[in-house]
């Protein structure tokens, strides 16, 4: 497949995101291919570790293709966004418990898909030129992939902050935050992999590691848990509002420009992860609402403004001040018999 190369290189499972020309956007195809992979060296005996990487300098994965997922549901298919999540979210519960170490190398931008990618496997490798984040409520979703288990399991209200502003992360924020484990410069990478391929040894991971770079995020984590220690939207707005520091304004500008429903949802659904934080629970809980973000929720609006038009000018379904319990909890409600199903593993 030319998208992505999987192969197997002296002791370790190799996959690497080939799309550099798009950020190395998942796609549909890629998703069952890496599972298989997956399968495959796991009953490999000669097989040690997997390393996932991808080309290019500016993006790791900045996500997962959704212009196609907009096409199809603006012609009436929303079921094909909702097989992509499922299949997707599977394979994130799969990394996350997978019985070998993996081994993410995480450059540029590291988005949405990027991040159910790289950021549950066993060793998470930031360099430099790392950014991450979890943008979607800019596009009308909430953070997923069990991005939602990150975000509240990071410190105080970090992930809360990190969710509503959409803020980028760069490797000591990152690893702050507890979407990286080591940052290693991004020169020592080849080195890396290739003694990884030869040897099968993680302690070369640990050997190449450098001290973590300054997070200003953690320099700020009083006044972010200040600022977002409330569990209501409008009462999160109402304080930024009233806060004159740069850290408010530019959290309250951000927060201006993503969708009011999603922001409500993206609360709730971390209050409700924090309550059961497991890999499983969270992205069921995630699965609730991006089944029904085309159909009910401002996900189709979202991605014309930002992708497809580009007029980056939404017309949310909400203010701050409309969005109700009841919107929330219609996003969020159990499927019943749709229900994500994962396979249950430790």
């Known amino acids: 497949m030319k998208e992505i190369h999987i192969r197997t290189v002296g002791r370790a499972g190799r996959i690497t995101i080939r799309r550099p020309e798009a950020l190395n956007a998942l796609t549909h195809r890629m998703i069952p291919a890496i599972g298989t992979a997956l399968d495959d060296w796991a009953a490999n ?4 570790l997997v390393i996932i990487d991808a080309q290019g300098e500016k993006a790791f994965c ?13 012609n009436g298919d929303f079921e094909f966004g909702r097989r992509f999540w499922r299949d997707e979210y599977r394979l994130n519960s799969r990394l996350a418990g997978y019985t070998k ?5 995480m450059q540029g931008f590291v988005m949405g898909g990027g991040v159910g990618l790289g950021c549950h496997a066993s060793h998470r490798i930031v360099g430099n030129s790392s950014r991450v984040a979890m943008p979607e409520c800019g596009i009308g979703l909430v953070p997923d992939v069990g991005g939602s288990l990150i975000l509240a399991k990071a410190p105080g209200r970090l992930g809360e902050y990190l969710a509503l502003t959409s803020a980028r992360m760069g490797p000591g924020d990152a690893i702050h935050a507890g979407f990286a484990d080591r ?5 020592s990478w080849p080195p890396l ?3 990884l391929e030869d040897s099968g040894d993680l302690s070369l991971v640990e050997a190449a590691a450098c001290p973590s770079p300054e997070s ?3 320099a700020a984590q009083a006044e972010i848990d200040r600022l977002f220690s409330d569990s209501s939207l409008v009462d999160i707005l109402h304080r930024l509002e009233m806060s004159a520091t740069s850290l408010a304004t530019d959290a309250a500008k951000a927060m201006g420009r993503n969708s009011p429903l999603s922001m409500a949802c993206a609360l709730e659904l971390l209050n409700r992860v924090r309550a059961n934080p497991k890999i499983h629970n969270a992205l069921r809980q995630e699965y609730r ?3 029904r973000a085309s159909e009910h ?3 189709m609006e979202g991605i014309r403004a930002r992708i497809i038009d580009k007029d980056h000018s939404p017309e949310w379904m909400h203010d701050p001040e409309t969005v109700t319990p009841r919107d929330v909890t219609a996003l969020l409600a159990p499927l019943g018999n749709a229900e994500l199903i994962l396979e249950e593993t430790s």
């Not at 005996?45 to 040690?48: A, G, I, P, S």
Request: hydrophobic residues 45%; aromatic residues 10%; glycine residues 10%.
């Open 45 to 48: 005996e000669n097989v040690d």
């Open 62 to 74: 900045a996500g997962g293709d959704i212009a196609v997922m907009y096409n199809a549901g603006k």
């Open 101 to 105: 170490p993996i081994v993410s190398l």
């Open 183 to 187: 940052y290693i410069p991004e020169s």
């Open 193 to 195: 992999v290739a003694a």
């Open 216 to 218: 200003r995020m953690m």
């Open 289 to 291: 609402f991006t089944s």
């Open 297 to 299: 929720g401002d996900f």
